[in-house]
């Protein structure tokens, strides 16, 4: 187990809703990164925050954003879903000491219909 | 146009013997690559990471190597056991960002 939580497992939505979904990291680590992994498919990075301000972006819409909170757990949201994203969202956590090695959660399954 | 590859197709091996998975990578300047186990509905499993002056890294059964001048990063499992089975990720940072891009991954069965 790596230590880092994520919540919830599963989610539903239907298109044009918005969601939440959130990550507790490793205790320590300061950095939190989000991916989206479509089924089939590697993770793509959305974002990064370190010490709660955004560090780096991915190729996505502004529809994706986060939040990293002072006892570093963050939150992914994402409004007017799309059915495109429905995914497995994971966040990966770093330590300033070791920023290279990032270990995951066990993600969220998010499914729109 | 900037690619990281691995081979789409599953790999099947007997158990016992040498597992190698290809990364290959255009267009990136990576200071470390890093290898990755994901089993079904779960998140990847952090195995190796190798850094952009480095040629080889060894731990317990894996070897992963990294190859700047050919854009080439090898993974290797020894004495393959069917609990190896699943899909191996290779990732790399571009120029030092921390900030990973991922390969499709390749599933390996490791067959009894």
């Known amino acids: 187990e790596t230590g880092v939580t994520q919540s919830p497992t599963h989610l539903i939505k239907t298109r044009g809703q918005q969601v939440t979904l959130r990550c507790s990291s490793q205790?320590?680590?300061?950095?939190v990164s989000w991916y989206q992994q479509a089924l089939g498919q590697g993770p793509q990075f959305i974002f990064q925050?370190?010490?709660?301000?955004?560090?780096g972006r991915g190729n996505f819409p502004p529809r994706f954003s986060g939040l990293q909170f002072p006892n570093y757990s963050s939150e992914l949201n994402v409004n007017a879903l799309e059915l495109d994203d429905s995914a497995l969202y994971l966040c990966?956590?770093?330590?300033?000491?070791?920023?290279?090695?990032?270990?995951f959660g066990p993600g969220t399954r998010l499914l729109v219909l | 146009s900037q690619k990281i590859e691995q081979n789409s197709e599953a790999l099947n091996i007997q158990e016992g013997k040498t597992a190698t998975l290809t990364c290959n990578y255009t267009?990136?300047?990576?200071?470390?690559l890093q290898w990755y186990r994901q089993d079904p509905g779960r998140g990847p499993v952090f195995l190796l990471l190798?850094?952009?002056?480095?040629k080889e890294k060894r731990k317990e059964r894996l070897k992963v190597t990294f190859d700047t001048t050919l854009k080439q990063s090898l993974f290797h499992i020894t004495a393959s056991q069917p609990a190896d089975s699943a899909t191996y990720l290779c990732?790399?940072?571009?120029?030092?960002?921390?900030?990973?891009?991922f390969g499709t991954g390749t599933r390996l069965k490791v067959l009894a």
């Open positions: 990966a956590s770093s330590s300033d000491d070791r920023e290279e090695t990032q270990y």
């Open positions: 205790s320590g680590h300061n950095t």
């Open positions: 925050y370190y010490r709660e301000e955004e560090n």
């Open positions: 267009n990136y300047s990576p200071a470390y």
């Open positions: 190798i850094r952009e002056n480095e």
């Open positions: 990732a790399l940072d571009n120029s030092g960002t921390y900030k990973y891009i």
